[in-house]
T-cell receptor, first 109, second 115 residues
Framework: KNEVEQSPQNLTAQEGEFITINCSYS?????LHWLQQHPGGGIVSLFM???GKKKHGRLIATINIQEKHSSLHITASHPRDSAVYIC???????????FGKGTKLSVKP | KAGVTQTPRYLIKTRGQQVTLSCSPI?????VSWYQQTPGQGLQFLFE???????NKGNFPGRFSGRQFSNSRSEMNVSTLELGDSALYLC??????????????FGEGSWLTVV
């Protein structure tokens, strides 16, 4: 079993829909990152969370440390949000960043 | 402000050879980290350098090594290349160590094909 699991693996939405991507982890962590990867490889760091909730524009990220779960929400989705969204956790005890397999999001106009 | 620059962008090597990849971080950034991305394994953390010292390391064999220079530029070396080393190698930089919470900025990556 992977230490970081994301769901769903693939997600297709209509423009304007509210989107949720989930990340569950089974190890102790000091922080969790959400990344966005566009076709061609470019990766953008969206959030780093150690507790609570962060918001940036139409993106909201939450983390529940007790339940070892994080969610990334996109409000009013747009075709330009189409990308792979990757969750990564920082295992402070090992100094290692462990990645989920990613969620491929496609937003149709 | 220039972003993270990786060179070369594409390269083809033969099994058994070695390869060196270069990364120039954003000016003022002191942390450089390296990652491998393959279709099968996804993204994997290789190591993180800060102030010319390797501070954190992922689960890769000793064939994968790196270094950081006094100007924060970093190089990654893979010796005795195997077919399975074919991957996109990404470099990222941040003001401080990853754990500090500063934003991580990624380069476009170096595509390595081993034949």
């Amino acid at each position: 079993k992977n230490e970081v699991e994301q769901s769903p693996q693939n997600l297709t939405a209509q423009e304007g829909e509210f989107i949720t991507i989930n990340c569950s982890y089974s190890v102790g962590i000091s922080a969790l990152h959400w990344l966005q990867q566009h076709p061609g490889g470019g990766i953008v760091s969206l959030f780093m969370l150690s507790s609570g909730k962060k918001k940036h524009g139409r993106l909201i990220a939450t983390i529940n440390i007790q339940e070892k779960h994080s969610s990334l929400h996109i409000t009013a989705s747009h075709p330009r949000d189409s990308a792979v969204y990757i969750c990564a956790v920082w295992r402070g005890s090992q100094g290692n960043l462990i990645f989920g397999k990613g969620t491929k999001l496609s937003v149709k106009p | 402000k220039a972003g993270v620059t990786q060179t070369p962008r594409y390269l083809i090597k033969t099994r058994g050879q070695q390869v060196t990849l270069s990364c120039s971080p954003i000016s003022g950034h002191r942390s450089v980290s390296w990652y491998q991305q393959t279709p099968g394994q996804g993204l994997q953390f290789l190591f993180e350098y800060f102030s010319e010292t390797q501070r954190n390391k992922g689960n890769f064999p000793g064939r994968f090594s790196g270094r950081q220079f006094s100007n924060s530029r970093s190089e990654m070396n893979v010796s005795t290349l195997e077919l399975g080393d074919s991957a996109l190698y990404l470099c990222a930089s941040s003001l401080d160590l990853i754990i500090s919470g500063n934003t991580i900025y990624f380069g476009e990556g170096s595509w390595l094909t081993v034949v």
